[in-house]
């Protein structure tokens, strides 16, 4: 196998991993919700939890934080919006419905990569999301709702909006190639508290104190940590090498994740209509991986 291949490989296989960490993670956000604590203060906690982890992991490579070009503050408000409101939209809102309001971020890619980027889509990239579109929509039809995907309350407004700052964060990503990818983590990450403390007044919460939090918190809390820290890491590295709207496909497979996951911890029935879009899905980020072959 070649090097480009193994480049590849490993870009496909972080986006792989990163979509099913975040297919999982919003159990133990569930779980600190259900034990009192908000998903603000939560997603404060995991994330400065993030930064002390990968600090003591990395140790000389984040000194040089301050000497960060201004360009990286974008990635940090867009990624910390992108995070903390498909937390708080996971939290509340039903798990399949959130995820493929989130899942419609394609779209928006699909006209950032284009306008932004001047990345030339092939056909088997239209292909690709116009099969997972299709599928996000069987899986999504509800004959009360009239069977579009609009956003019908706060947690699925959130989840939207959640949507379009992922391929946002994206796009930004990949153009900022002159960021190492320790330097876009730290972003992110420091993004996301930074937008949690703006979201205190808002949701009219509070950042609770350290010693609140039993033994058994700050075990969930920091398994979540670990999370972030993988999946941020595997996503940037693969965002990195791998075009944004076949990385935008790729990342759909997280729809499946939380599928199964929702019905087996949180007890959420999958109808014949959302496996069959599921499988969709699949088949598209399939389909995108093995035939869309990277212009860099």
Known sequence: M??????NFFAVFGLLFGAFCWGIIWYPYRLMSEAGVSGVASSFYTYALAIIFASVLLGKHWRGATKLPLSIVWLGVVAGWTNLSYVLAIIDGEVMR??????????????????WLKEKTRLTGYIAIVASMVGAFIMLYDVKFGGLPLP?????????????GFSLTNVITRKSSHLTLVAKSYAIWIGVMTVALLFVPIMQTSIP???????TEWA???LIALLLIAATFFVQYGVAKIEATRASVLFLFELVVAAIASYYLAHETMALNEWLGGSLIVIAAIFAAIQHQDAT
């Open 2 to 7: 070649s090097n480009a291949n193994n480049k």
């Open 98 to 115: 959130v995820m493929l309001l989130f899942y419609l971020s394609p779209i928006w890619t699909l006209i950032l990569a284009h306008f």
């Open 209 to 215: 104190s350290p010693t609140v939090f039993t033994l």
């Open 152 to 164: 019908r309350n706060m947690p699925e407004w959130l989840a939207l909006s959640s949507g379009i």
């Open 220 to 222: 969930v809390l920091s």
